[in-house]
T-cell receptor, first 110, second 115 residues
Framework: QKEVEQNSGPLSVPEGAIASLNCTYS??????FFWYRQYSGKSPELIMS????GDKEDGRFTAQLNKASQYVSLLIRDSQPSDSATYLC??????????FGKGTRLHILP | SAVISQKPSRDICQRGTSLTIQCQVD?????MFWYRQQPGQSLTLIAT?????????ESGFVIDKFPISRPNLTFSTLTVSNMSPEDSSIYLC????????????FGPGTRLTVL
């Protein structure tokens, strides 16, 4: 089983709609979870962190965490063309290392 | 978050040569890491750079191939030794700071092409 699983996409979402990005992880001990955005040719940029079960909102972004299901998601409301990027799910594992998924490519359709 | 710079931003190298990549941070950091991102792939941790001591390498990475230095709290280097085309990749420096506690931030990366 892969440590972090994400749908590679591309996920196409109309402008103004909600984009939903999902991630599952294998290490039950993980307590910290991060979402990074990576534009083509650029380095990853941290956009959200979440540590507790439930929802965490920051502007148009909402991270959702369910530790029992080992599931974390990122919602992007009012999607903009500038949101088109690859989104990397990154839990911190039992060795205190941040492990990255392969990412989901998101394409916002104008 | 900290401001992280890397040099060079890109390079094209010949097989068998070595390249040293520098990472400079504008503030003291608690942890520094080196990652590799091969084309179309996600990030793979190479090693944790430890100040004043040998780096801690992940499985599949060895010191002879990727020697790392960290002489102080704000600077680290990664050398890619005896390069082959398979080493063509983006190499990224990443840091944790006292202020960021649990979060990690990335430098702009070094794009390496080995011919």
């Amino acid at each position: 089983q892969k440590e972090v699983e994400q749908n590679s996409g591309p996920l196409s979402v109309p402008e103004g709609a909600i984009a939903s990005l999902n991630c599952t992880y294998s290490d039950r001990v993980s307590q910290s979870f991060f979402w990074y955005r990576q534009y083509s040719g650029k380095s990853p940029e941290l956009i959200m962190s979440i540590y507790s079960n439930g929802d965490k909102e920051d502007g148009r972004f909402t991270a959702q965490l369910n530790k029992a299901s080992q599931y974390v998601s990122l919602l992007i409301r009012d999607s903009q063309p500038s949101d088109s990027a690859t989104y990397l799910c990154a839990p911190r594992n039992r060795d205190d290392k941040i492990i990255f998924g392969k990412g989901t490519r998101l394409h916002i359709l104008p | 978050s900290a401001v992280i710079s890397q040099k060079p931003s890109r390079d094209i190298c010949q097989r068998g040569t070595s390249l040293t990549i520098q990472c400079q941070v504008d503030s003291q950091v608690t942890m520094m890491f080196w990652y590799r991102q091969q084309p179309g792939q996600s990030l793979t941790l190479i090693a944790t750079a430890n100040q004043g001591s040998e780096a801690t390498y992940e499985s599949g990475f060895v010191i002879d191939k990727f020697p790392i230095s960290r002489p102080n709290l704000t600077f680290s280097t990664l050398t890619v030794s005896n390069m082959s085309p398979e080493d063509s990749s983006i190499y990224l420096c990443s840091v944790q700071t006292r202020a960021s506690y649990n979060e990690q931030f990335f430098g702009p990366g070094t794009r390496l092409t080995v011919l």
